[in-house]
T-cell receptor
Framework: EAQVTQNPRYLITVTGKKLTVTCSQN?????MSWYRQDPGLGLRQIYY???????DKGDVPEGYKVSRKEKRNFPLILESPSPNQTSLYFC???????????FGSGTRLTVV | GQQVMQIPQYQHVQEGEDFTTYCNSS?????IQWYKQRPGGHPVFLIQ?????EVKKQKRLTFQFGEAKKNSSLHITATQTTDVGTYFC??????????FGKGTRLSVIA
């Protein structure tokens, strides 16, 4: 089944403790992206990647890192999480930036 | 930068009534996409419109792309409880990444 898999689905962590949210797609998509979704703010792009080893900042990149060493994986790294990063995170992939995106099921992160 | 505005923010309808959400861009778009997110779920791609004035239908859903490619609408005829969720439009222009509207949350009262 074609899908984008995110892990974990839920995570509660403490301020400053590094964490990684994994994202993997099995559709051979070149384009991958991370979004955070907050009430009243909609979906905001954090980082995106046009292809392997090619990443770029989105609208809200501060406090996040990403890497794209393989086509299928696009992990989101929070080096030192803070409470304002408490949010619902979605990974998405597509054949191309301009085509419909397939979203993962989401990761609900709480930083205390 | 590019902005995509979506109205209304919320809409409550009786089952069987029609529903429309509107999307407006500050710039001319190369394409517009529509997504649906059920409560507690993730956004699911519905459709993409590319041509000026394009109209596409999916059963009770009708999607339109404006002549100037700066606005779009999603119309649902005779809503059902299964239509509940948040509908997002998203568009891009030139080399900019896809920008999402804030969505319209639809509630359907049976």
């Amino acid at each position: 089944e074609a899908q984008v898999t995110q892990n974990p689905r839920y995570l509660i962590t403490v301020t400053g403790k590094k964490l990684t949210v994994t994202c993997s797609q099995n559709m051979n998509h070149e384009y991958m992206s991370w979004y955070r979704q907050d009430p009243g703010l909609g979906l905001r792009q954090i980082y995106y990647s046009m292809n392997v080893e090619v990443t770029d900042k989105g609208d809200v990149p501060e406090g996040y890192k990403v890497s794209r060493k393989e086509k299928r994986n696009f992990p989101l790294i929070l080096e030192s999480p803070s409470p304002n990063q408490t949010s619902l995170y979605f990974c998405a992939s597509s054949y191309d930036r301009d085509y419909g995106y397939t979203f993962g099921s989401g990761t609900r992160l709480t930083v205390v | 930068g590019q902005q995509v505005m979506q109205i209304p923010q919320y809409q409550h309808v009786q089952e069987g009534e029609d529903f429309t959400t509107y999307c407006n861009s500050s710039t001319t778009l190369s394409n517009i996409q529509w997504y649906k997110q059920r409560p507690g779920g993730h956004p699911v791609f519905l459709i993409q419109l590319v041509k000026s004035g394009e109209v596409k239908k999916q059963k009770r859903l009708t999607f339109q792309f404006g002549e100037a490619k700066k606005n779009s609408s999603l119309h649902i005829t005779a809503t059902q409880t299964t239509d509940v969720g948040t509908y997002f439009c998203a568009g891009n222009s030139g080399n900019t990444p896809l920008v999402f509207g804030k969505g319209t949350r639809l509630s359907v009262i049976a």
